[in-house]
């Protein structure tokens, strides 16, 4: 079992750039595909990016590739999401989840355990 906390979101203008940190507590985290997830109000909770257990294989939706870059830190049970750029459209939930399949894209119900979200809010 993994714990998972995020920290980072907050209010930035559009143009602007934040980051996400996810901290991992448990045994085995290098054992777990992350992800980042986002939920803006009234729609569903879709994924932004995705990071194999290595780190060799990287997931990007569309609306965030060229602006967004995920990475992890195994020796320090982290993953990160940079992002840059940022569009009001952006303005969402972020969620830090671990799943244990891997599949370039993938969905929610491929990750088991979620950190309790971090709001981003991209003012335009």
């Known amino acids: 079992q993994v714990q998972l906390v995020e920290s980072g979101g907050g209010l930035v203008q559009a143009g602007g750039s934040l980051r996400l940190s996810c901290r991992a507590s448990?045994?085995?985290?290098?054992?777990?595909?992350m992800g980042w997830f986002r939920q803006a109000p009234g729609k569903e909770r879709e994924l932004v990016a995705a990071?194999?257990?290595?780190?060799?294989?990287?997931y990007y939706a569309e609306s965030v590739k060229g602006r967004f870059t995920i990475s992890r830190d195994n020796a320090k049970t982290m993953v990160y999401l940079q992002m840059s750029s940022l569009k009001a459209e952006d303005t969402a939930v972020y969620y830090c989840a671990a799943g244990q399949i891997w599949t370039y894209g993938g969905n929610r119900n491929q990750y088991n355990y979620w950190g309790q979200g971090t709001q981003v809010t991209v003012s335009s």
């Open positions: 990071i194999s257990r290595s780190g060799g294989m990287i």
């Open positions: 448990g045994r085995a985290f290098s054992s777990y595909v």
